[in-house]
């Protein structure tokens, strides 16, 4: 199956520890977003990565940072993690960044933070 | 403000009735218009999408949407709604500054026997 890996599935946290998660894209795309949904809520932007750079933000703070890899994956990080971090996490790749070949999502990484 | 909104936090369907999920989408410049369906615990799976050409869209599972510019609505609809539609249902649209997909709240649409 070539769509969109996430690892891992499930994460739990001490508050105050850090947490990486990982993506791996489509095959054929080349960019990566990341995505935050609260349970109940829709996805909120994080993060988008494109030729291993970050080209746009949402409303996060500096906590979460992000890094792409010449294989196009890519990973997720949050310091010193709050209980309100707690969320799945999605990842969507897509085929250059305006989207318009449409995104593909991940199943997702749940973390717990506790 | 660029922003999504989906006016029914629940829609009930019997099963083989039509069904229709509504959103309204206010955004700068041409909008892009996605709708994805999202099952418990599992990501988002892509149902269809609008960014040019013919109001109409045809997506996956039988499902189309419909796109009024006028209105500024983008309605998910299906002719004959199967219980296995019974799911979370997400309107997106791309923010056409950033490139960010802004979501509406969410759907849980209901088939009933």
């Known amino acids: 199956d070539a769509g969109v890996t996430q690892s891992p599935t499930h994460l739990i946290k001490t508050r105050g520890q850090q947490v990486t998660l990982r993506c791996s894209p489509k095959?054929?795309?080349?960019?990566v977003s990341w995505y935050q949904q609260a349970l109940g809520q829709g996805p909120q932007f994080i993060f988008q990565?494109?030729?291993?750079?970050?080209?746009q933000r949402g409303n996060f703070p500096d906590r979460f940072s992000g890094h792409q890899f010449p294989n196009y994956s890519s990973e997720l990080n949050v310091n010193a993690l709050l209980l309100g971090d707690s969320a799945l996490y999605l990842c969507?790749?897509?085929?250059?960044?305006?989207?318009?070949?449409?995104?593909?999502f991940g199943s997702g990484t749940r973390l717990t933070v506790v | 403000a660029q922003s999504v909104a989906q006016p029914e936090d629940q829609v009930n369907v019997a099963e083989g009735n039509p069904l229709t999920v509504k959103c309204t989408y206010s955004v700068s410049g041409n909008p892009y218009l996605f709708w994805y369906v999202q099952y418990p615990n599992r990501g988002l799976q892509f149902l269809l999408k609008y960014i040019t050409g013919d109001n109409l869209v045809k997506g996956s599972y039988g499902f189309e949407a419909e796109f009024n510019k006028s209105q500024t609505s983008f309605h998910l609809k299906k002719p004959s709604a199967l219980v296995s539609d019974s799911a979370l249902y997400f309107c997106?649209?791309?923010?056409?500054?950033?490139?960010?997909?802004?979501w509406g709240a969410g759907t849980k649409l209901i088939i009933k026997p």
């Open positions: 990565y494109y030729e291993e750079e970050e080209r």
């Open positions: 095959s054929g795309h080349d960019t």
């Open positions: 997106a649209v791309r923010d056409g500054r950033n490139y960010q997909l802004i």
């Open positions: 969507a790749s897509s085929l250059g960044t305006g989207g318009i070949g449409g995104y593909t």
